[in-house]
């Protein structure tokens, strides 16, 4: 059990040692050598390991002391126990160690790091959990977050990254609660854009306006649902033309300036249906301008080499970056539109979206267009595009008809 020094105070012992003790027959109290030196109160405790600990406290803080020592004897009981000096870990150090277990995609990685280093770490990264952990500490960043005048969306991730953070501080016993969680700390929410669908002759316009090699891969993220990085990433040998249906088995995607193949987004390969339209111009394609075997690593810049037929290339039959792709075909076949490019709802994801609308208005489910756009949870594809599921008003009219109708009749009203 601990117990409470007053570093100030002490009983007076007489010539034998006995603690001499006044009329009401408490010790009688005299000054030690530190009086009005320091912290007066010290605490002293054994932690779970066997280690003798203390902490101390000001004059006049008796109460806090004891207060303390109950908190830790109790903690001890319950299993509860942080080590006080493990609160003076900064924000960095912890983040640093959670980093580590987060994606071992290098494209994600590098996304947390500089999110990290550019948004978190110079308001929070030498700051200490024994300041962290206090709410007010969380609630002043979040404020400097709208003072920055920063989208709800990025606010949302950056307060996402920085709570667990502090989760893994929990976890690995720094401090005892998460403060991002705490009732008084406004947790920025994101809203996610309603999507636009385009119009077919918009589709139809940008595909005039693209380059005779470059109509297929306006074609395959029409028509298959294809990201960017895995139209650009896609082969010949992905068609299945037994089975009518295309594989979905990599991206291209380039990490601080290094270009390589990868799975694509979130690992999860996939099938869609291919149709005989987008067959025919592939076909099409291929014998205009054959794919061309491109060698890069796979998932990382150092990681085995793998060679891929790739169905889109540039005029010299060479691989292009999304970022590439983006300047020299995508934007210029704006040219001739009307609107002409708008940026993020002309970017091109806007031909995933078309394709998931088209399916959705042909009576796909959620659950299978979910599997064709490589979604790993359907609630996710609903939330995306509930407002383009066809309404099913008229056709519960229909049927409601249909019961009401022969009801009527057989009562010969």
Known sequence: MGHVDDRWWRPTRD????VLVNGRGKPVMEKTE??????RYRVRYIDPDGVERSKSFPDRE?????????EVESDKREGKYIDPRAARKTFRQQAESWYKAQSTDPATRETLRSRLHKQIYPALGNSTFDKIEKPATIRDWVGTLDEQGLSDNYKSVLFTMVSSVCDSAVDDRVIRVNPCKAKTVRRPIGKSPKVVVWPDDRLDAVISGLSERFKIAAMLGAGAGM?????LGFSAEDIDRDAQQLS????LKTVKGATMFALPKGG???????SGVLLEALDAHMK?????????????????SVTVNLVVTDKAGSLLSGDQFTKIAWKPAFGAVEPSFRGRPDGMHALRHLFASTLLAR?????????FLGHSDPGFTLRTYTHLVPSSYERARSALDEVLRRSTSDDGL
């Open 15 to 18: 010539d034998d040692g006995k």
């Open 34 to 39: 530190l009086f009005g030196r320091g912290l």
């Open 62 to 70: 008796k109460k806090r002391a004891d207060d303390f020592l109950i």
């Open 227 to 231: 990201r960017q990085g895995e139209l």
């Open 248 to 251: 979905i088995v990599r991206q």
């Open 268 to 274: 999860k390969t996939r099938t869609v249906p291919l």
């Open 288 to 304: 205009r301008f054959p794919p061309v075997a491109i060698t890069l690593p796979w998932g990382k810049p150092d990681g085995e």
């Open 363 to 371: 009576g796909c489910s959620v659950k299978e267009l979910a599997e």
